[in-house]
């Protein structure tokens, strides 16, 4: 026969009792006598809050910033709660402050967001991989044991395995695993090809070019090919330098109005 929980034992001798505080709460209309009485009762009832986010210190967050969730927590408890209903303040205020910590744990600690299912299967696996290995005699077991174990499709397991390494992420500082890695991980990230850039600019304008007279296609390849001056190319093909200008604006702009209309 499996053991009742341990119920949350009671705050310090100085909390007020669930009746009296919480019923004048509920009689006071709004204003700085009120104000004053919900700041008393919160307070008076921090110690059971700071006990519960004390049981979550091992989970890598300060117990000072625990505390702090904890006390939000707390106070929505004492803003929610109605003594008409009958049910002890602290049966209502424990879920109310326990769930503010983990909802804490699920939006804010991890270093990559991931959408909730994602976070609800990483915990699921988690749980099965760890019941699992205990069995299995410390084997990793596969992902179809680890589906089987937790109920779930092997893709949802795939998915919360990845969720896994999710949860924290590494330095760009830290070096990399094994014996013979050297440097840092960021020395190992690629850098941004300006010439894949300058590839894509020449695939959208290879269509008008085509469409060019041969004459402005000449002039063009000499000046942004052979790199020659207006000047060289008026001397090369027998016209004047004002007119190469006029042949390159307009040649330019024709190829920039149809990689335009191509792209939409």
Same mark, same amino acid.
């Given at each position: 026969?499996q053991a009742a929980p341990t119920p949350e034992p009671p705050p310090d001798a100085g909390a007020p009792s669930d009746g009296g505080a919480f019923r004048r709460l509920?009689?006071?209309?709004?204003?700085?006598?009120?104000?004053?009485?919900?700041?008393?009762?919160?307070?008076?009832?921090? $110690?059971?809050?700071?006990?519960?986010?004390?049981?979550?210190? %091992? *989970?890598?967050? !300060?117990? /000072?910033?625990?505390?702090? +969730? #904890?006390?939000?927590?707390?106070?929505?408890?004492?803003?929610?709660?109605?003594?008409?209903?009958?049910?002890?303040?602290?049966?209502?205020?424990?879920?109310?402050?326990?769930?503010?910590?983990?909802?804490?744990?699920?939006?804010?600690?991890?270093?990559?967001?991931?959408?909730?299912?994602?976070?609800?299967?990483?915990?699921?696996v988690r749980t099965a991989r760890r019941d699992l290995a205990q069995r299995l005699g410390g084997r990793a077991p596969t992902c179809a044991e680890i589906a089987a174990?937790a109920g779930l499709a092997e893709e949802d397991v795939l998915l919360g395995l990845e969720a896994l390494e999710s949860y924290s992420a590494l330095s760009l500082d830290?070096? $990399?695993?094994?014996?013979?890695?050297?440097?840092?991980?960021? %020395? *190992?990230?690629? !850098?941004? /090809?300006?010439?894949?850039? +300058? #590839?894509?600019?020449?695939?959208?304008?290879?269509?008008?070019?085509?469409?060019?007279?041969?004459?402005?296609?000449?002039?063009?390849?000499?000046?942004?090919?052979?790199?020659?001056?207006?000047?060289?190319?008026?001397?090369?093909?027998?016209?004047?330098?004002?007119?190469?200008?006029?042949?390159?604006?307009?040649?330019?702009?024709?190829?920039?109005?149809?990689?335009?209309?191509?792209?939409?």
């Open positions: 026969m509920s009689e006071l209309p709004p204003g700085r006598k009120r104000d004053a009485l919900r700041n008393e009762t919160a307070c008076a009832w921090l $110690p059971m809050a700071y006990r519960l986010a004390s049981r979550f210190r %091992d *989970r890598g967050e !300060s117990l /000072d910033d625990l505390r702090q +969730v #904890a006390a939000m927590g707390l106070v929505k408890a004492v803003d929610r709660y109605d003594p008409a209903r009958g049910k002890a303040f602290e049966t209502f205020a424990v879920p109310t402050v326990t769930g503010e910590l983990k909802r804490h744990f699920r939006d804010h600690t991890w270093d990559v967001h991931v959408p909730r299912r994602v976070q609800d299967l990483r915990n699921r174990e830290a070096g $990399p695993a094994g014996p013979d890695a050297g440097g840092t991980l960021a %020395d *190992r990230l690629g !850098s941004c /090809d300006h010439a894949l850039d +300058v #590839a894509v600019d020449r695939e959208a304008v290879k269509p008008g070019l085509r469409e060019l007279p041969e004459r402005e296609r000449t002039i063009l390849y000499l000046r942004y090919f052979r790199d020659m001056t207006q000047v060289g190319i008026a001397e090369h093909l027998g016209i004047s330098q004002m007119h190469v200008s006029r042949l390159i604006s307009r040649s330019c702009e024709r190829v920039r109005a149809g990689a335009l209309k191509e792209a939409v």
